[in-house]
């Protein structure tokens, strides 16, 4: 088991250990997304989710309105922005301490969504590709900044993927563009390493099994596997009987070191880390 490499974040001005993995839930206001937590959001459908999974335990809440499955063009930046301003409200008001990020590619949505509603962390799917001015708006808001590295975009990302080696390439190009980001000032800088963006069945496997390499870029990492299509198509099932293989996936990844891992069922993953956790402090007693 690779031991959790501790690391701190300034959220808010607030200093968030990271000594022991953390769950993000996701709050997905897109019903063209793989797997809708929610079918046409409603404020009253937003403020049941939110009061689901802080019930069940979140350390976060990851907020997205532009669906980035593979092979959908997603929404307009009007669009998004109507979707975070219902939302983002009922999330402030029912979770005030917890700590919030918004799923945006858009450095305009990113800039709104912390000037005018105080969100704590901007999650690029794109690490600044999609947009830009995203790196630039990210050191001016002075905020934890999680990049993700995909290869394409979503409407075409999953037309033929390839790679040498999918993990040297993965790891070369995150350490590349936080370096582009600390150059600008961005002091906290998480990696994800993209799971189902860009790469093939075998491709998410190969990155699984070698996901400790990724420490090497000395920022905390981010796995989001949460019943993706590299769990459904392996098993031969879908997005709703994925859980049990989430729940696999992620115990590996816990056990590999991974600090925050994004799902869609928080309580199903704080046992799982309440589980891993435990095995580590034994190993650490022996």
């Known amino acids: 088991m690779h031991p959790l490499i501790p690391y701190t974040m300034n959220v808010s001005g607030r200093l968030l250990q990271l000594d022991k993995p953390k769950v993000m839930g996701i709050l997905n ?117 999680i990049m993700m590295h995909m290869q394409g975009r979503p409407d075409t990302m999953q037309d033929n993927p390839r790679y040498v080696d999918v993990v040297d390439e993965v790891l070369a190009y995150l350490a590349r563009r936080g370096n582009e980001l600390r150059d600008r000032g961005v002091a906290d800088v998480i990696a994800d390493p993209g799971f189902g963006f860009g790469k093939t069945l075998e491709h998410n496997y190969q990155l699984m099994s070698r996901l400790e390499e990724l420490h090497t870029l000395g920022m ?13 198509r392996l098993l031969d099932t879908t997005p709703d009987e994925a859980l049990n293989g989430t729940t696999a996936l992620n ?3 816990l056990m590999k070191g991974a600090h925050i891992l994004r799902v869609h069922d928080v309580k199903a993953c704080r046992e799982c880390m309440q589980i891993v956790e435990t095995v580590r402090g034994n190993d650490l007693h022996d």
Do not use: W
């Open 29 to 145: 206001l897109s019903e063209e997304s793989f797997y809708a937590t929610i079918s046409a959001p409603t404020r009253e459908k937003v403020f049941s989710r939110v009061e689901k999974i802080l019930a069940e335990g979140t350390d976060m809440i990851d907020v997205g309105a532009c669906s980035t499955r593979p092979g959908y063009a997603g929404v307009t930046q009007e669009e998004e922005m109507h979707a975070l301003r219902m939302a983002l409200p009922i999330v402030r008001e029912l979770a005030p301490d917890v700590v919030l990020s918004v799923d945006t590619y858009r450095a305009d949505v990113a800039a709104m969504c912390v000037e005018e509603y105080g969100v704590d962390v901007i999650n690029d799917i794109s690490a600044g590709e999609m947009d830009a001015r995203m790196f630039d708006t990210v050191a001016r808001l002075r905020v934890p900044y």
């Open 220 to 232: 905390p990492l981010l796995v989001g596997i949460s019943r993706k299509s590299m769990i459904y």
């Open 251 to 253: 115990t590996v990844a």
